[in-house]
């Protein structure tokens, strides 16, 4: 099967992130949330990103409006039942992600294949909750989806040949380099990720260095873009948190075990960019 039409779940950046990759690809895209105003802000956050491109030269204006003509906003469950791949992208609780993939399983046709943009929760659970296991899998893109260039496909023990090839052939349209994963915890970036960002937060909480040291150290001796705790900041110390505490449910190794002062920021809403508050202060930056 050819994948034409996606439907994405989730008002989140991921959502309008994937939606963009998706509808530039040339495929039709179904945009659903909760509210129909929250999936009309989806839209009107691609066609400010296609507006940017436009004005750098980046995107022609009759390539942006034939993007944004692709896309559909809806917040009707029952929009999605054409969709030749579904993707959730809702928020990191399998308490909410498994009634959903129940809901859908009895709403989009048989062939179409569910999938989760889960970063670290077992995809195998979201099989069990529908009829088609064999079509249900990970397809984990990265933030933010339309510059980071890995999506990982991830294979439960339940998924079919057929089904980890289409949706490979799918983030290969998409212009993406799909690597393929079993279903462990955290897959390949953040089981090898998370222990890092918590480690720099041990470094910081033992006083080895500032903050802003260890970052600049990370960024100046290893060539990486961001130092990790501007980087967990960007994620967001809550989502963070969430990440360990799977990681740690399924290995039991102690670098997975978040550190307390993790918690404690969380717990003062201390959670990075999005509240203006994390290990840096973002209250006046634009």
Same mark, same amino acid.
């Given at each position: ?192 990720? %998370? &222990?890092?960002?918590?480690? /720099?937060?041990?470094? @910081?909480?033992?006083?080895?260095? $500032?903050?802003?040291?260890? #970052? =600049? ?6 060539? %990486? &873009?961001?130092?990790?705790? /501007?980087?967990?900041? @960007?994620?967001?110390?809550?989502? $963070?948190?969430?990440?360990? #505490? =799977? ?40």
């Amino acid at each position: 099967m050819t994948i034409e039409r996606v439907g994405i779940l989730g008002s989140g950046i991921m959502g309008s992130g994937i939606a963009e990759v998706a509808a530039k690809a040339g495929i039709e895209v179904v945009l659903r949330s909760r509210k129909q105003e929250t999936a009309d802000a989806m839209v009107a956050s691609l066609q400010k990103s296609l507006a940017k491109q436009v004005e750098r030269g980046k995107l022609e204006q009759a390539d942006a409006d034939a993007v944004l003509g692709r896309v559909t906003a809806t917040d009707h469950l029952g929009a999605l039942v054409d969709c030749d791949l579904v993707i959730e992208s809702v928020v990191e609780d399998l308490a909410v992600k498994l009634p959903l993939f129940t809901e859908l399983d009895s709403i989009v046709k048989d062939s179409a294949i569910l999938a989760t943009n889960t970063s670290t929760l077992p995809v195998v659970e979201m099989a069990m909750a529908t009829n088609r296991p064999d079509r249900v899998c990970g397809v984990h893109f990265f933030n933010p989806a339309p510059a980071m260039s890995l999506v990982e496909i991830v294979r439960p023990l339940t998924a079919s040949d057929a089904t980890i090839a289409e949706v490979t052939e799918f983030a290969t349209r998409c212009g993406k380099g799909p690597v393929e994963v079993k279903d462990r915890a955290g897959f390949i970036v953040n089981a090898l990720l %998370f &222990p890092y960002l918590n480690n /720099a937060v041990r470094m @910081l909480e033992n006083g080895t260095a $500032s903050a802003e040291a260890i #970052d =600049a150290a990370m960024k100046g001796g290893c060539g %990486f &873009p961001m130092g990790p705790l /501007a980087l967990l900041d @960007l994620v967001g110390l809550d989502t $963070s948190v969430a990440i360990l #505490d =799977a990681l740690y449910e399924e290995f039991k190794d102690p670098n997975y075990a978040a550190m307390p002062v993790l918690r404690r920021m969380v717990t003062a809403g201390q959670l990075g960019r999005k509240s203006g508050a994390g290990f840096y202060d973002y209250s006046k930056k634009g």
